[in-house]
């Protein structure tokens, strides 16, 4: 399994940026696709974002797509997430997670970071 710690979150305007960092741990993460999920509180938690673990594909949901980019270094074992043009909609605790390729289910999901909140102001 992969373990992971995210970081970067924070306090932001509408229309800025922020980067989000996903520290991995584990000699297999390069056996992992992983991905980004969101929530907000009294909401179920969202699929955000996906990359292969080659990174050659990824995959995104509708209400990012053309905002946010997810990356990774197989040789420094981290993920990111950059988000721009961000929206008081996108406030919400961002996780990092070793995902299935092909489901946006985060049941699917075996282990959770702690995640990192975002907060975007009007």
């Known amino acids: 399994q992969v373990q992971v710690v995210e970081s970067g979150g924070g306090l932001v305007q509408a229309g800025g940026s922020l980067r989000l960092s996903c520290a991995a741990s584990?000699?297999?993460?390069?056996?992992?696709?992983m991905g980004w999920f969101r929530q907000t509180p009294g909401r179920e938690r969202e699929f955000v974002a996906a990359?292969?673990?080659?990174?050659?594909?990824?995959v995104y949901s509708n209400s990012v797509k053309g905002r946010f980019t997810i990356s990774r270094d197989n040789a420094g074992i981290m993920v990111y997430l950059q988000m721009s043009s961000l929206k008081p909609e996108d406030t919400a605790v961002y996780y990092c997670?070793?995902?299935?390729?092909?489901?946006?289910?985060?049941?699917?999901?075996?282990?959770w970071g702690q995640g990192t909140q975002v907060t975007v102001s009007s």
């Open positions: 990359i292969t673990r080659s990174g050659g594909s990824t």
């Open positions: 997670a070793a995902v299935t390729w092909g489901t946006t289910d985060p049941g699917s999901v075996d282990v």
């Open positions: 584990g000699r297999t993460f390069n056996n992992y696709d």
